[in-house]
């Protein structure tokens, strides 16, 4: 007689929520927007969905004269302006609890060792039993420093049943070299296991989604190559400039910003071979497989394209250039459009390239994979009946609208054969009743529960910036970006990349 397991008592039943243990986390930028409006009120929400520990807390550092309530009432704040959750009264009150605050800077000795005193009181108040993650949501070129003062005063340290994790968001570099440097810095005083690289798109649903597509489906694996796919395009557009972060953007640029993490994941996503397990160790193996084979074309200026937006009209009302955007030097070569060109050189996906695209101030914000597929090979109908008709596509709308869209032929209804293009869409709002979480929910709590399959590691990051590092050299030789105007869909020069290779970009 065969003995059934108690899914309820299961622990690798992944219908059960998973809820962290005992644990802290230290928030170094508190000041920052991505603290305010992504990282603060994740944490909540995670508490509202009940997943964290209820003595859980929430230390924030920063160079500011605040007392823990005046901490407390920032992230109160944040959270009534941006948590995906409702907002209730019973749950602030148990976080804010553990809700402390350290001032200082990061050559602050002082400051660090009354960060460690903070954390030993909560251990002892809150029970969080010396568990603690450390999230750097600063610019990169503080990680050393932050990582150097972790490590002198003893807050890195992994003792007997307790850990000590560090985040880190993107980028991860400006090179190769300066990855590798960073990642050095960060291997001399926590283990690899213990390095969780931040990259949000990993985390949202429709980017899991494209693994549950692909493996869980018997109807895609048969035609998921190149006898049957023609190109691959994956693109992320914002209809927004670069708003009040010319600090940061300006010298970074759209391939850095967001081809050499994002793009290159999804990427690897849709190109990778299949798992043996979507455990961390088996999903990174094959990525590091696909991405190892990853080329780029002999010729780059054909291959790719780059641009810099100028003044035009975006949602009906006008809007300045990138040289005009406050903040931005008037001799700027920065690229706020970048598209390029890769192949990958294995029996799946040879001779079938992939564009990837990303850009401000595009016609509308979209992000999104298209498996473009190649034309039937025999059409038994006249030239006028499948005018109308184009290629077969599988889009995954990454956002804002998520979900999949299979393009296909059908039949106008009408005594004529005439075949036109239709979609047949899925939609996560309209298929599940429960609201998909925020990406940085997933995140933080794999963070916290030490699980890493969505988390970039240095090997991926850097076969990432073997990929790019050509590219921006051989832009750097070129000088000045080509203009695009606001509101479109970037140079002149992408179209006539796509347009050498007999194709076009989607419009999303």
């Keep these: 007689m065969t003995t059934r397991r108690n899914p309820l008592r299961d622990p690798q039943d992944r219908r059960l929520p998973r809820i962290a243990g005992p644990c802290g986390m230290v928030l170094f930028g508190v000041t920052g927007d991505l603290s305010r409006k992504k990282v603060m009120p994740a944490v909540y929400d995670l508490a509202n969905r009940g997943l964290l520990p209820p003595g859980f807390s929430l230390v924030g550092f920063a160079r500011r004269d605040w007392a823990d309530q005046d901490f407390a009432q920032i992230v109160h704040d944040s959270v009534r302006e941006h948590a995906r959750t409702e907002f209730r009264e019973e749950v602030w009150r148990q976080l804010a609890e553990g809700v402390r605050f350290v001032p200082g800077d990061f050559a602050d000795d002082v400051a ?197 937006y100028v003044g035009g009209w975006a949602g009906g009302v006008p809007v300045p250039g990138y040289l005009e955007e406050e903040g931005i030097p008037a001799d700027s070569t920065t690229e706020t459009f970048a598209a390029v060109r890769l192949n990958v050189e294995n029996r799946r996906w040879a001779g079938v390239p992939f564009y990837l695209r990303t850009g401000k101030r595009l016609g509308r914000r979209v992000t999104e994979v298209a498996v473009v597929f190649k034309r039937a090979p025999h059409l038994p109908f006249s030239a006028h009946s499948t005018e109308e008709l184009t290629q077969n596509a599988l889009v995954v709308r990454v956002q804002p609208d998520e979900g999949l869209t299979v393009r296909f032929g059908s039949k106008v209804p009408g005594t004529a054969m005439e075949i036109r293009d239709v979609n047949m869409d899925f939609a996560y709002g309209g298929t599940f009743t429960e609201a998909s979480p925020e990406a940085y929910e997933r995140l933080i709590l794999d963070v916290l529960l030490g699980d890493p399959p969505l988390f970039p590691r240095h090997e991926e990051v850097e076969l990432s910036w073997r990929i790019l590092d050509p590219v921006l050299a051989h832009w750097a030789r070129k000088g000045r970006p080509d203009e695009y105007a606001s509101g479109t869909w970037g140079p002149a020069s992408a179209t006539a990349m796509m347009a050498r290779d007999g194709r076009v970009w989607r419009r999303p």
Aim: aromatic residues 8%; without cysteine.
């Design 112 to 308: 660090f060792s009354t960060l460690r005193r903070t954390i030993e009181e909560l251990d002892a108040a809150r029970g969080t039993e010396g568990n603690h993650a450390f999230y750097l949501s600063i610019p990169p070129r503080f990680f050393g420093d932050v990582i150097e003062q972790l490590q002198e005063h003893g807050l890195a340290e992994n003792r007997e049943g307790t850990w000590r994790r560090v985040v880190v968001e993107k980028p991860f570099g400006h090179d190769l070299a300066s990855a590798r440097e960073l990642n050095d810095i960060l291997g001399r005083v926590f283990p690899s296991g213990s390095v969780f690289r931040i990259d949000h798109y990993l985390g949202k649903e429709t980017v899991q989604n494209i693994l549950a597509m692909r493996f869980a489906n018997t109807m895609f694996e048969p035609i998921w190559n190149s006898n049957y796919v023609d190109h691959v395009q994956i693109t992320m557009a914002e209809d927004i400039g670069i708003g009040g972060r010319a600090g940061y953007y300006d010298g970074i640029g759209a391939a850095r910003d967001v081809i050499q993490n994002h793009l290159i994941q999804l990427m690897a996503l849709i190109a990778m071979e299949e798992p043996t397990s979507f455990d961390a160790e088996s999903l990174r193996q094959e990525k590091i497989k696909v991405l190892s084979s990853v080329t780029l074309p002999n010729r780059l200026d054909l291959s790719t394209a780059r641009g810099q």
